[in-house]
Each structure stands twice: as structure tokens, then as C-alpha cells.
């Protein structure tokens, strides 16, 4: 009885210290990020007998692992290849006024993070927008917040579009259509309010129709690369669609384009977030030593006692961890309850929903958020806190609002297919 509650008081300890230093992303006296705070309790859970170690192994999601893996490495060729960079000046040199420019890059944002990694695409058009709006003498901060926003409302709407919904896609057996029949219409109604209330926040900067003269001038790319890179991505995302498994889809497309002349694949490698994927199987450990020692019957029956399985309860409890923690880890934390809902699909997709749109209310929300900060802040662009958060927090309740109503007739409507 002592041993047992001793473990229970050691597995709760190892996952608080290891969620508040993902939370604040360290932990404070060491130098210790997010990926190594939850490497370091893992390791702990195996090490002091909490999960035994074939239970760790077992803990950790292949699937989910492997399609992470995969798609970034596909996002790597497509930014080395200079696609996404082609794509991304062709459509903005063309935007020749304010309010077209913002409405391109929201919808260009937010289509790229719905089949790609939101933070990849981030990464590729943050540096484009700013360009452009440095030599059009605009103001960036209304454009910078469209491609963040953008790019976490998009993302919503497939299983590959941002990291917690490739996880929620594994656990839930949800196949890749399914999920996109169920919460593609909250990401496309998402992206028209962004537009909406970013135009409605910086009237002066949108409200005009002032001739954008300056051109982003056009980069050398390998052609024969970029279309290599392109037809690759096409056929990953048509085998998504065509019910293959997407973890295998994604890892056979990353071969096909490893197998390349011109890009060295070291340069690739040097793309992918390894201290990501190093976070992600820290956390399946971390949950599954919490599962086992302390999510017992009786505590489940009491967490069940406050309705998690009604969506607008899930959906606020959701939004909140999501801030709290982030949404990988608010994600994971809820996996262990989502078991004994009665509609465990319903249970994933308003998880997947509220957690990504959730990322928008503070500019701490999201990684992608703060990728377009940094990038932003190197180049001399400040994006204050509440800059940020007075488009992001009623962006955030309306389309959770709005996701919520949609959602619920979607799926009485339509039947979600499973793998």
C-alpha cells in the first residue's frame, strides 16, 4: 500500500515538473528545453520502475512518429527545391492592393498549412510578407498575423497539418477523408473570419485600395527539382485521400525524394525538428507512466463526472490546457479520458479542432506564432504581445464558436469513416 502510493505521488511529480517546463518551455536552474524536459521524464518514469521498459517501447506511437518524420522531410525538398518559395512570391507579386494581399496570403497560408506542417509553411512565407512589405512601405504587423493565423486556422483541417492533429489521426483510427470531411468547413469559414477581423483591427493599413508597385523580384530554382518535389508531394497527399495509411504515404514519399542527385541529403536532415520528435516520444512515456500508476478506475470514473464527453465542455477544457501547456501536450494529457467517451471520434475531432484554433489567442499559443515573431523580430519587426491579441483572442472564440456548431452537424450528417 505504501509502495503503491509512494509510486502514485512519484508519477504525479514526474509529470507536473515535466509539463510546467513544457509549459514555460524550461526548466528554471537548468539548461533544459521542452524536448529535454520531456526526455529527462521519461527517462525518469523507466528509470525509478514507474513503466517497466517493454511498457515504454510500447507507449510510443510509431505511427504518429513516422508520419512527422515524412512529411517533414517532403516540406524539406519542397523549401530546397525553391517550390515553396516560387509559389509563395508568384501569388503575392500578384496581390496589388492591401486588401487583396492579406486576403492572398490568408488563403495561401492557410491551404499550404492544411496539407503541410503549419510551422514549415511559417517559415517559408514570414520572410516573403516582410520583404514585400518593407519595400511597399506597408505596415507588416496586419500581414505578419496572417500567416500565423492563417496558417493554425488551415491546419485544422487535415490530419498532417499540424503536429497534435498527426497524433490525433493515429489514436482515433479517423481516416484521412473523414477527418477532412468533418472540419474542412471550419477551416475554410476560419479563414474568411481572419481576414475579416484582421481588416476590421488595421482599417487605416486595409481599407484602401493604394497600388502595391514594388514587385518581390524571382529567385533561381532548379526546375527540374521543384517539379520532382511537387508531383512527389501530389502523390502523398492523393494516397492520404486514397485510404493508405498516412504514415506509410508520407515515409514512402520521403524515400522516393531522398533518392535525389542534386540535393544532398545532409541539407535535409539539417530541416527536420529532431528536439520535436525527441518531445513527442518523451510525452507517450511520460502519459503512459501516468496511465498505469494513477488513472485508475475509480479516478477515471471521477474525471467522467464532469461530462467530458459534451463537446462544449471538451472544447473549453481543451482551449484552456492548450494555453496552458500547448497543444501537444494538452493533446496527450487528454488521450487517457477520451477511451471511455461514448463517440470516441467526436471526442478526437473536437479535441483536434479546439486545440489548433486555440493556438490563435495569445501569441505564445503556437510554434508557428512564435516563428513568424522571431522571424519577424531579426528582421527588425517587433510583434507586441497585445498587437497579437486583440485580432487572436475573438478570433479565437468565434471560430471555436463557430467550429463547435458546425462540427456537431457535420457529423450527424455524415458518417466519419475509420482506417
Keep these: ?94 496581390a496589388r492592393h492591401p486588401p487583396i494581399l492579406l486576403s492572398a496570403i490568408v488563403v495561401f497560408s492557410g491551404i499550404l498549412s492544411a496539407f503541410l506542417v503549419n510551422d514549415a509553411i511559417c517559415l517559408a512565407v514570414t520572410p516573403l510578407v516582410l520583404e514585400l512589405a518593407v519595400r511597399a512601405n506597408r505596415n507588416p504587423i496586419p500581414y505578419l498575423l496572417a500567416v500565423a493565423m492563417a496558417s493554425n486556422v488551415g491546419s485544422v483541417a ?13 489514436l482515433s483510427h479517423i481516416s484521412y477523408a473523414g477527418f477532412v470531411r468533418a472540419l474542412w468547413p471550419i477551416a475554410g469559414l476560419g479563414l474568411v473570419v481572419t481576414a475579416l477581423i484582421i481588416m476590421l483591427a488595421y482599417p487605416s493599413e486595409l481599407w484602401c485600395w493604394d497600388r502595391l508597385d514594388d514587385d518581390l ?36 514519399a520521403s524515400a522516393v525524394l531522398l533518392l535525389n542527385r542534386r540535393i544532398d541529403c545532409a541539407r535535409v536532415f539539417q530541416e527536420i525538428q529532431w528536439t520535436l520528435l525527441l518531445m513527442f516520444v518523451g510525452l507517450f512515456i511520460v502519459i503512459a507512466g501516468v496511465e498505469r500508476s494513477v488513472l485508475t478506475r475509480p479516478v477515471l470514473a471521477a474525471i467522467g463526472r464532469l461530462h467530458l464527453h459534451n463537446v462544449t465542455v471538451l472544447s473549453l477544457v481543451t482551449a484552456v490546457l492548450s494555453n496552458l501547456v500547448s497543444n501537444v501536450p494538452a493533446v496527450l494529457a487528454l488521450k487517457p479520458f477520451v477511451s471511455s467517451f461514448p463517440n470516441q471520434q467526436t471526442g478526437w475531432l473536437t479535441i483536434a479542432m479546439t486545440s489548433t484554433l486555440a493556438g490563435n489567442f495569445t501569441l505564445l ?33 468565434l471560430t471555436i464558436a463557430l467550429g463547435l456548431l458546425i462540427l456537431n452537424s457535420t457529423i450527424a450528417a455524415h458518417h466519419i469513416a475509420v482506417y
Design 158 to 170: 487535415t490530419i498532417t497539418g499540424n503536429p497534435q492533429n498527426m497524433i490525433i489521426g493515429t
Design 217 to 252: 523580384p524571382m529567385v533561381r530554382a532548379n526546375k527540374v527539382q521543384m517539379i520532382h518535389s511537387g508531383l512527389t508531394c501530389a502523390g502523398m497527399i492523393s494516397a492520404f485521400f486514397a485510404g493508405i495509411v498516412p504514415a506509410r504515404a508520407a515515409i514512402a
Design 1 to 94: 500500500m505504501i509502495v503503491t502510493k509512494l509510486s502514485k505521488i512519484a508519477t504525479v511529480a514526474i509529470f507536473g515538473v515535466t509539463y510546467f517546463a513544457v509549459a514555460i518551455g524550461r526548466l528554471p536552474g537548468f539548461k533544459l528545453d521542452r524536448a529535454g524536459a520531456a526526455f529527462v521524464g521519461a527517462s525518469l518514469m523507466i528509470a525509478v520502475g514507474l513503466l517497466p521498459l517493454p511498457d515504454a517501447y510500447r507507449a510510443i506511437d510509431f505511427d504518429t512518429i513516422t508520419l512527422l518524420l515524412g512529411v517533414m522531410i517532403v516540406v524539406a525538398y519542397l523549401r530546397l527545391s525553391g517550390l515553396l518559395d516560387f509559389a509563395s512570391r508568384t501569388i503575392i507579386r500578384h
Design 365 to 397: 499559443g503556437s510554434v508557428a506564432n512564435l516563428i513568424v515573431a522571431q522571424l519577424a523580430q531579426a528582421r527588425g519587426v517587433t510583434i507586441a504581445f497585445w498587437d497579437y491579441f486583440k485580432v487572436g483572442a475573438p478570433l479565437t472564440i
